[in-house]
C-alpha cells in the first residue's frame, strides 16, 4: 500500500517523507497549497480536522500531527531501512526525550522566526522586530543546551542517527535557508558539525529535492 502524504512543500511534511525515505516506504505526495487556502477545504478537514499539513492515508488508515507519523511509521516498520528508535529501550526513552525538545523547545522559538521573516507577506503578518529578536535569544538558549550535549555524542542520542536528528531537518533549514540566521549554527562548532552530518544524509537531500521549499 502506498502512502499518501498530504501538503510536500512544507517543513512540517517533509518530517514525515524524510522518515519514510529512511524507512524505505512508498509513497505519493499530494499537493494541498496553503497559500490559497486549500488545507481549509472540507474535503481536506476530514483528514485533518484542524487544516494543518501534514496527513496521511495509508489505506483506510489515516493519521495526522507530523511526529505522531514518525512515530508510527518508526515502530511499525522497526526492522525496515533505518533503525530510528535505537536498539534498546533505554535508546528509545532519550529518542523520545529529544524528540520532546525538538517540539516544545526548539520549533516553537524557530516557527516565530519564519512567520515573521520568510512568512509574513504571504501570511498578511506584519513582522515585528522585537519578536524577532525574542525569539532569536531564545533559540539561542536552546542551541547552547545542544552545543553542550553534542560535545560529547555525534548524533542527540549516542553514535546513532535518530528520528529525534531527523525531527530537526524540517525547521533547521529554514535558519540556514530563508531566515538567513546560519550563524546560528555555524558559531556552535558542534551543532554545525551534527548539522552537516544529518543534512547530507541522501534521504533529505532527496526529499529538498523532490519538494522545494516554498521560499
Ligand atoms: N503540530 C503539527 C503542526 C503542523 C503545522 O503547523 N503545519 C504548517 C505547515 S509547516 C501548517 O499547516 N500551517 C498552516 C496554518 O497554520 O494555517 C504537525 O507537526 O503536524
Known sequence: MVVKVYGPEYASSKRVLVCLVEKEIEFEAVDINLFKGENKSLDYLKLQPFGLLPAIQDGDYTLYESRAIIRYYAEKYRSQGTELFGKT????????????????????????????????????????????QENEVKLGKV???????????????????SLADLSHLPFGYYLLNGVGKGYMIRDRKHVSAWWDVIS??????KVVQLFPYPI
Not at 144 to 156: C, F, G, H
Not at 200 to 205: A, D, F, I, L, T
Open 89 to 132: 529501550m533505554e535508546e528509545k526513552g532519550k529518542v523520545e526525550q529529544w524528540l520532546e525538545v525538538e517540539a516544545h523547545n526548539f520549533q516553537p522559538p524557530l516557527y516565530t522566526l519564519v512567520l515573521h521573516i520568510v512568512f509574513s507577506s504571504k501570511m498578511g503578518i506584519t513582522p515585528d522586530q522585537n519578536v524577532i
Open 143 to 161: 542551541l547552547d543546551i545542544y552545543e553542550e550535549r553534542l560535545s560529547t555524542s555525534k548524533y542527540l542520542v549516542g553514535d546513532f542517527f
Open 200 to 205: 547530507n544524509r541522501p534521504s533529505w537531500k
